[in-house]
């Protein structure tokens, strides 16, 4: 291989995960030592993105596509200004910076950032190694360390399960941002939002003012703002109260949108629960059934928590422990039941119930799951009826991905548009 191509050190690295299964390659970034969640991503393109995303915040990132690195790197798609992936672990990792847009290499650009990283791996026997395991802590690691050195120390690694990471990465101050196209006035808050969504919020015609995690409803309505987006963010939705608090008392007041971490924090606000999934959904290729248009979208996503359906729903759209990426009966996946009759023969989601079929009664009016996983029967949106609120869990700015489901931000406006009507 050509060294003005490849860049990685032959100094030995490894991949531990907390199972005790060791993955050997080579070191390439920067040498250390890195304690966090792995998880992989099934994406051909993105890698800048996925790392720059805060939503992988504690994490660490395989990449199941073998060539990594091959386009360099181009600033103008970083999600944020820093990586936010502890590790990298890769087949191939490359160091080409031949497109036109290319500012430098992918290797440099991790050196700079000070990102440890492992080629050589077979990322495919990993991969399945957390599909059949579920996502677990690991360390991975180069340089002056010992194998057992790095099994001690993972035993101290919290699991992602009950983490605010949400308060680490969002902003410490608000801002604003006036769009060319801006119009209409919206607080964004911050739970670690995407450069990308910022985007798509102002060319929906939006100016923003972006607020920390913690804001309280009273800091979010003293903007007047014409509508409120929840960003999308790491860790676990759970011990996030001051985020369902807040969006509790913006419900009927204000239209409401929220994308990942932020569906998710609706969702709680509307009296549901979140669980854990046992791997995650992460890439750009996962199919979500729209239930009101009965249409299937490919969507981008990056989430390792799931909102839970209640028990009557969840049998519904499968019989609890049944199979799927949950792995704990909840919300599961497998058959669909036909209005609450004996099950009969196994259906798809594909002929999953109607969003209509599909209520929620909350303490603001009557809720409807809006989408639906295709490979697992996962919650993907929800939108209430009595209230201008929905979210959805995948990512429609799609950075990288496809955009079958920029739409979803047009409706924003369409909700804000309505509702500055009703008031005129």
Known sequence: MNQMNQKTSEMPAAVILEDGTIFRGRGFGTPGAVFGEVVFNTGMTGYQEVLTDPSYHGQMVTFTYPLIGNYGIDFAVNESDTVHSRAVIVREAHNLARNCRAEKGWVDWLIEQQVTGV????TRALTRRIRSVG??????????????????????????AGLDLASRVTCS???????LKG??????????????IL???GAAGCNVTVL?????????????PEGVFLSNGPGDPAPLDYAVRCVERLLGKVPVFGICLGHQILSMALGLKTYKLKFGHRGVNHPVKNLHTDKVEITSQNHGFAVELPEALAERLGAPGSTGDSGTGKGGSGAVLADGAAPGPAKTFFEAPPAADLKLDTAFGEARISH????DGTVEGIRCQDVQAFSVQYHPEASPGPHDSRYLFEDFVNDIVINKLKKS
Request: charged share 25%; net charge negative; aromatic share 12%.
């Open 372 to 375: 639906l996983n295709l490979y």
């Open 135 to 160: 996502a677990m802590r690991a360390g991975v690691y180069w340089g002056d360390f010992t194998e057992e050195d790095i099994a001690v120390r993972l035993d101290s690694t919290p699991s992602m």
């Open 212 to 224: 920390p995690a913690w804001a309280t409803a009273e800091d979010v309505m003293a903007h007047e």
């Open 173 to 179: 101050e608000p801002y604003e941002i006036e769009f």
């Open 183 to 196: 119009i209409h006035r919206v607080v964004v808050i911050d739970y670690g939002i995407k450069r990308s």
């Open 199 to 201: 985007k798509q919020l």
């Open 119 to 122: 080629a050589g791996i077979d």
